[in-house]
């Protein structure tokens, strides 16, 4: 999501800002997948990583069209109930990362790694 705080985070990258959709919409999700496989044939990344919410199931979506392997990171503030965009992404990746121990139940196939920040 552009905010004063990811601008300056990736200040000096090439980043696409995409609107935020919800991924409860099925047409903002084709939105965003369109405009994902748009991009991804554009830059073709080895690799997605995402901590994201509404916008990243159209990008893991596109990211699987295009056979790019997309990492699921589930952010910290998800403590026991991760939401509709979380679990559909976390099906799509081809791996899922976690911070809490909590969210081993949840995702059993999760690695743990730990709070990043």
Excluded at 18 to 26: D, G, I, L
Excluded at 36 to 56: H, K, N, Q, Y
Excluded at 80 to 98: E, Q, T, Y
Aim: proline share 7%.
């Amino acid at each position: 999501m552009r905010a004063p705080d990811t601008e300056s985070l990736l200040a000096g990258h090439r980043v696409h800002w995409a609107p935020e959709r919800s991924a409860s919409r099925p047409i903002g999700v084709l939105a965003s997948v369109a405009r994902a496989v748009r991009v991804l044939r554009r830059e073709r990344p080895d690799l997605i990583v995402s901590a994201g919410t509404g916008v990243a199931v159209g990008v893991f979506l596109a990211a699987r069209l295009r056979r790019v392997p997309a990492v699921w990171l589930e952010t910290l503030n998800i403590v026991d109930s991760p939401g509709i965009a979380s679990r559909l992404c976390s099906r799509l990746a081809a791996a899922v990362l976690v911070q809490r121990p909590s969210l081993l139940d949840v995702r059993p196939r999760a690695v743990l790694i730990g709070e990043l920040y």
